[in-house]
């Protein structure tokens, strides 16, 4: 245990130095791929610990990331009308525009907004004991529903082209390295704190719950508790910490498109938790990191291949390697401390 | 008008039936979730599509009668890759609903990928057999005849299913396993052979909703993904396990959508079907109709 936590420490130390020893394309690629990590270790708590698959995280990832871009966009627009709104034809900054002029406004909303759509609707389906594979169909359908909205309600949303051409952030310059740094830093110190706050909730009687609830829901049931309250809390966090990474996304890429939240990258977020382990909440950012790091080497140079591959690992790592990574090394160390039994109980034969 | 409207509710009605029957029978009455779905529809209509180029190209006397031979066809063609995906990797995973979904989610993106490295990356079209063109002037409104082709074609399928299912034998064991597996298995009832055999059918039927499909539109390798939530929403607001209520979901979802859509516009028709229903999951958790059970998970 302790071992482990060594190589927690070692893991963030050496994320949080990155930018002494990496190139400025290299850090911006991981300070993005953070942001996604954020995801992976929430669909992890609700996926791994508890059992529900949600196909939909791609919506709070793109909520959070918008309300983001419309704070820049205002910022960016410089007291006039956003340039797509003008090109609609729209003449008065809609009300819901407003509050994003404020920073704070936009960065509490960027969190809060995805936490009650997912409060919403993971209410009304636990609570009418809608479960498993209807509840995964539901969270997709909310994809369809938002990305239709978000495309179809151009002249509010940007439409298919969505929020781009950001210019300052907190009147620092987004394009200049040391803001991208400091981005980077923020982002890994969020993960980190999300990492941790993650890791106690599991590790307490609440994360039990979640896993009984995971196991068999009916006896948590029988036994007093009310399972819709804790699923509907772990997935509220879980889309809050989507939330919290659509934002931090969107400063350091400079976009957001109904493209980035649809359902084939809802998808994807479920498969970077699969590949890494999704019981194992660092397995969780490894994966995210890793099939990240081969999707943008990949699909750059071999494009046609990036997709058989990536629809072959579906099916691997779902027939074969079901814990993914993290189980590959679990069940590495096991052998270890298995041959190292052995070795100590072959020695204490030959005392004898 | 109105007439008009409540036709093209039907039609609409009739295209969710055609591309929801068959997930009815894979995710209703076995319970995988086949996100594949959409692209045995594609294989379907791509196989529409080599037909309609080889009568083009070798009958062009009798090239209208393309669709007579597409039809059976890409109902085999389909239905022999269900079959083969069924052999090599579903039934691996009963068991496991969940792990089904990303599965063949990683099925689907091969088979697009593939469809894309043959035919190539952008649309093809289909040219619609010519005595398809044109339509009955009834009440007043046009009915096209490709879609009251589509509307037959649908309810004929119900028809052949229906007595497959209840008057045959082969299909009375498929019946038997959706009630109660380990019951049928007692009983003597090969269930892997059958679970093969009804994944095939289903995706069968998906491969001729991709045939009608291609009278509607041109195809592409991403047909799949446009219809895929909609079956599967057609599917879960009908009820699992019972073809009726796919039935019912499919025409009650077309009819609101086009009335909906005729008073507001396409993206919050779209907007306000999905929100209708999801409220109505809140009052019927388990759909329009379903198998009753008194089993707890």
């Known amino acids: 245990m302790v071992n482990k936590r060594w190589g927690y420490w070692l893991f963030f130390a050496a994320l949080f130095l990155a930018p002494f020893y990496l190139t400025e394309f290299r850090l911006s690629l991981l300070g993005k791929f953070l942001c996604l990590a954020i995801v992976a270790v ?11 698959l949600s196909l939909g995280h791609g919506v709070y990832f793109g909520l959070g990331a918008y309300c983001m871009a419309m704070y820049l ?48 609707l993971s209410y009304f389906t636990f609570k009418n004991r809608i479960k498993g594979v209807y509840f995964s169909l539901l969270s997709q359908a909310v994809v369809v529903v938002l990305v239709t909205l978000f495309i179809g309600k151009q002249e509010w949303t940007g439409g298919t082209n969505g929020l781009t051409n950001f210019s300052t952030v907190f009147g620092f310059s987004l394009s200049s390295p040391l803001t991208q ?42 036994l007093g508790f009310n399972p819709t309250v804790y699923k509907v ?35 994807e977020m479920v498969l970077w938790v699969a590949v890494g382990g999704r019981h194992s909440l660092m397995g969780a950012i490894v994966g995210a990191i890793v099939m990240n790091t081969a999707k943008s080497f990949l699909s750059e140079n071999y494009p046609d291949l990036w997709l058989l591959l990536l629809g072959a690992l579906f099916v691997v790592v779902v027939l074969f390697v079901p814990k993914g990574l993290a189980g590959i090394y679990e069940s590495l160390v096991a052998v270890r401390i298995k041959a190292k039994r052995g070795h100590e109980r072959e020695a204490r034969v030959d005392v004898s | 008008m109105f007439i008009d409207q409540l036709f093209n509710g039907l039609s609409l009605g009739s295209i969710l039936l055609l591309i929801a029957i068959g997930l009815a029978i894979t995710f209703g009455l076995m319970g995988v979730i086949n996100m594949a779905h959409g692209e045995l529809m594609m294989v379907g209509a791509y196989t529409t599509y080599v037909i309609q180029q080889w009568f083009a190209n070798d009958m062009p006397h009798s090239a209208g009668l393309y669709f007579v031979v597409a039809i059976p066809l890409s109902f085999l063609i389909a ?67 490709k879609r009251l082709f589509i509307l037959c074609l649908v309810l004929a399928i119900i028809f052949f299913l229906y007595l497959y299912l209840m008057k045959t034998r082969a299909g009375r064991r498929i019946q038997a396993v959706t009630m109660n597996r380990s019951m049928a298995a007692c009983l003597g009832i090969a269930t892997q052979k059958v679970d093969a055999y009804s994944f095939a059918i289903g995706s069968g039927l998906a491969g001729v909703a991709g045939c009608a499909l291609t009278l509607l539109g041109p195809i592409g390798p991403t047909i799949g993904t446009y219809y895929i939530v909609d079956a599967f929403m057609v599917v879960i607001l009908g009820g699992v396990g019972k073809l009726a209520g796919t039935l019912l979901g499919a025409f009650g979802i077309g009819l609101i959508s086009t009335f909906v859509e ?26 329009l109709l379903n198998v009753r059970t008194r089993s707890l998970d």
């Not at chain 1, 929430?42 to 529900?52: D, K, M, N, Q, V």
């Not at chain 1, 980190?192 to 948590?220: H, M, P, Q, Y």
């Not at chain 2, 649309?123 to 009915?143: E, H, K, M, Q, T």
């Not at chain 2, 008073?263 to 958790?285: D, E, G, N, R, Y």
């Open chain 2, 262 to 287: 005729y008073s507001t516009s396409a993206t919050m028709a779209k907007v306000i079907v999905f929100v209708l229903i999801i409220a109505f999951l809140q009052w019927k958790p388990s759909g």
């Open chain 1, 233 to 267: 809390f772990v997935y509220s966090l879980s889309a809050a910490f989507a939330g919290v990474a659509g934002a931090l996304f969107v400063l350091q890429v400079g976009l957001i498109s109904p493209e980035m939240m649809g359902i084939i990258p809802s998808i």
């Open chain 1, 181 to 222: 740094i400091v981005l980077y830093w923020l982002t890994t110190v969020c993960l980190a704190l999300i990492f941790v706050a993650a890791r106690r909730l599991t590790s307490g009687r609440l994360g039990k719950v979640l896993i009984a609830i995971r196991d068999a829901e009916n006896r948590v049931r029988f």
């Open chain 1, 73 to 120: 966009k205002l910022e960016a627009s410089r007291g006039h009308l956003p340039d797509f709104m003008e090109w609609s034809g729209v003449r008065e900054l809609p009300w819901f525009w407003k509050p994003f002029a404020y920073p704070m406004a936009a960065i509490a909303a960027a969190i809060a907004l995805p936490t009650l759509l997912a409060a919403l």
């Open chain 2, 79 to 145: 239905a022999l890759l269900g079959w083969g995906l069924e052999k090599s990797l579903i039934r691996h995973l009963y068991r496991r609903p969940l792990d089904s979904l990303l599965a063949t989610w990683g099925i689907s993106l091969i088979l697009q990928q593939t469809a894309r490295l043959i035919f190539g990356a952008p649309n093809v079209a289909v040219v619609p057999p010519s005595w398809l063109d044109g339509g009955i002037r009834l009440f007043g409104a046009v009915f096209p005849y």
């Open chain 1, 42 to 52: 929430g669909i992890s708590l609700i996926w791994g610990y508890t059992g529900i």
